[in-house]
């Protein structure tokens, strides 16, 4: 099922709608201020184990990252940052940014083996941001790559909705995504490093 939703002020009824998807244990896509990604309820076992399916991936072996809504929330998943990063993260988040932390016990409850790190996003989207509101916890997230060699992503939720339409419960049209995916920074290491060059890379670069 395709949804569109506005992208500045999505409606409250759509977002409760799509909330009860992802409690009920499904898996839906949705726009982020980069690409559009895969998302379900991180405390749900049943979607948790879909998502794995959908990208093929053991779990043990997944990169997924937690969505959060607010940067308050981070702590009750990751081990507590220096106050340079805490610093830093505070500064760029939202945005498009994945950061890498060490997680404590929360996080492998979700994965059911013992990862030590985790990243982490606040995408500067109203829609994620509302759905991670009314959800109450943080979604697991993974970038909807395409099938295109030529091409790393789809830009087209009415393409993205072809392609996986019939495999997902829900997708969001918020309009067109961006083709360049987040900036990964690495927080888990003595030396801060950039692991992945995305959108705004250039402003990490002033200061690792």
């Not at 879909?50 to 990169?63: M, P």
């Not at 109203?126 to 916890?137: D, E, F, K, P």
């Not at 250039?202 to 690792?208: A, G, K, M, N, P």
Request: overall charge negative; some cysteine.
């Amino acid at each position: 099922m395709l949804l569109k939703l506005n992208s500045g002020s999505p409606n409250v009824a759509q977002i409760e709608k799509i909330v009860k998807i992802l409690k009920d244990g499904g898996v839906i896509i949705y726009p982020t201020d980069t690409v559009y990604a895969f998302g379900c309820d991180a405390h749900n076992e049943k979607a948790v184990e879909k998502l794995c399916k959908l990208k093929g991936v053991e779990l043990d072996h997944a990169n997924f990252s937690l969505i959060f809504s607010d940067i308050k929330l981070i702590g009750e998943y990751t081990k507590p940052m220096d106050n340079s990063i805490y610093k830093m993260v505070n500064k760029f988040l939202p945005g498009p940014f994945t950061f890498i932390l060490n997680a404590n016990g929360m996080v492998p409850k979700i994965f059911k083996y013992k990862k030590k790190t985790i990243g982490i996003r606040i995408p500067d989207n109203r829609i994620s941001q509302a759905l991670i509101r009314s959800l109450g916890n943080p979604m697991l997230s993974t970038s909807v790559h395409d099938d295109d060699v030529l091409l790393d992503y789809t830009t087209d939720p009415e393409l993205i909705n072809n392609r996986w339409g019939d495999q997902v419960e829900m997708i969001i049209d918020g309009g067109f995504g961006n083709n360049e995916p987040s900036t990964v920074i690495n927080c888990t290491e003595d030396e801060v490093t950039v692991l992945r060059h995305g959108l705004g890379a250039e402003l990490i670069e002033e200061l690792v």
